[in-house]
């Protein structure tokens, strides 16, 4: 049985269980990074009497990003001291089967005579995992992965890393916000720091995602070489990870002039605060300032189509859109 049908099996029993002490479930999960600052925001702004609607909010956050993040949950719910002692009703409920570790990592066979290196979960190792491998070959990393293998060229994402402008990387790192937190983004400057903290959610194990980012901003060259990869002999099957709010808001940052940009900023003058919006350089840089400010969200973008309305229908309709579709 996957993470994500355990939660769900257990979800009601899960709830009420951990309503007891919803500060304390919300925080354990926020140091484990399976939500990020501005989901950590919007549940601690729930009516404090409410114990259980944080935890219901909380749980549907986290079945809401799949397996690996319901299995991190579990493994929270069965392993951490404090959860444990807190919680005891939690041994009751059937949650072994589900205990998930961290998928093994193995060493590739050799390439033109040199071995490649293993992908550490290690943060401490993240840079040896992209040193340039002048005159030493192509390096891949191979996940075992249900059965099938799917490898990837690290001498290939050091290309496209040598290939991004600056912008770019900040744009990619926009539409990681959902899967990288906000404390770790802000200290990526080059794709493949980017990469190695992918490479730690598992989103290295296949191309899709990395191509669906590429995709999205206009990189579709770069796919070109990460599909010429001979090393990529097989992909499996991936969940989409990036998210249609991400997407769109890309989309709106895309399409949006300078002029519009400048007009946006005096719009959101009083709410985002002027000091703020100094720093603002893009319309991505605004549109995270509405998170930190919860104007906007994956549920909530009244206040953006509101101010867009204003500037650019045709902005406003590709906001329209996204809320029609979900």
């Known amino acids: 049985?996957?993470?994500?049908?355990?939660?769900?099996?257990?979800?009601?029993?899960?709830?009420?269980?951990?309503?007891?002490?919803?500060?304390?479930?919300?925080?354990?999960?926020?140091?484990?990074?399976?939500?990020?600052?501005?989901?950590?925001?919007?549940?601690?702004?729930?009516?404090?009497?409410?114990?259980?609607?944080?935890?219901?909010?909380?749980?549907?956050?986290?079945?809401?990003?799949?397996?690996?993040?319901?299995?991190?949950f579990?493994?929270?719910?069965?392993?951490?001291?404090?959860?444990?002692?807190?919680?005891?009703?939690?041994?009751?409920l059937q949650l072994n089967e589900a205990l998930f570790v961290p998928r093994p990592v193995?060493?590739?066979p050799p390439h033109n005579?040199?071995?490649?290196?293993?992908?550490?979960?290690?943060?401490?190792?993240?840079?040896?995992?992209?040193?340039?491998?002048?005159?030493?070959?192509?390096?891949?990393?191979?996940?075992?992965?249900?059965?099938?293998?799917?490898?990837?060229?690290?001498?290939?994402l050091l290309d496209i890393n040598n290939e991004l402008e600056s912008s770019e990387v900040a744009a990619l790192c926009f539409l990681c916000s959902d899967v990288v937190s906000r404390k770790h983004l802000e200290e990526i400057r080059q794709a493949k720091d980017l990469f190695s903290r992918l490479s730690e959610k598992g989103l290295l194990e296949n191309n899709t995602f990395i191509k669906e980012l590429l995709r999205t901003i206009h990189r579709e060259d770069l796919i070109i070489r990460l599909e010429a990869d001979r090393g990529n002999l097989e992909e499996t099957?991936?969940?989409?990870?990036?998210?249609?709010?991400?997407?769109?808001?890309?989309?709106?940052?895309?399409?949006?002039?300078?002029?519009?940009?400048?007009s946006m900023k005096l719009l959101l003058m009083s709410k985002l605060g002027k000091r703020h919006l100094d720093h603002c350089k893009?319309?991505?840089?605004?549109?995270?300032?509405?998170?930190?400010?919860?104007?906007?969200?994956?549920?909530?973008?009244?206040?953006?189509?509101?101010?867009?309305?204003?500037l650019d229908v045709k902005l406003a309709k590709t906001v329209k859109h996204y809320t029609m579709s979900r």
């Open 113 to 156: 005579g040199v071995e490649s290196k293993v992908l550490q979960h290690d943060s401490s190792q993240r840079e040896t995992m992209f040193d340039d491998g002048k005159g030493k070959g192509a390096q891949h990393v191979t996940p075992r992965s249900n059965g099938s293998r799917s490898t990837t060229n690290i001498r290939t």
């Open 237 to 262: 099957d991936a969940r989409r990870v990036l998210s249609n709010f991400r997407i769109m808001l890309y989309k709106i940052y895309d399409d949006m002039t300078v002029d519009g940009l400048e």
């Open 74 to 92: 579990l493994n929270l719910l069965q392993t951490d001291e404090d959860i444990k002692s807190t919680f005891p009703q939690l041994k009751d």
């Open 282 to 310: 893009t319309a991505l840089d605004v549109f995270a300032e509405m998170e930190k400010k919860e104007l906007i969200s994956d549920t909530h973008v009244d206040e953006l189509y509101d101010v867009l309305l204003k």
């Open 106 to 108: 193995e060493i590739s």
């Open 1 to 72: 049985m996957s993470a994500k049908a355990t939660v769900r099996r257990n979800k009601t029993a899960i709830q009420t269980i951990l309503s007891g002490d919803h500060r304390l479930i919300v925080n354990k999960v926020y140091e484990k990074e399976l939500i990020n600052q501005r989901e950590y925001n919007s549940l601690k702004s729930i009516n404090r009497e409410d114990a259980e609607g944080h935890v219901i909010e909380l749980v549907d956050k986290i079945m809401n990003k799949g397996d690996d993040t319901c299995g991190a």
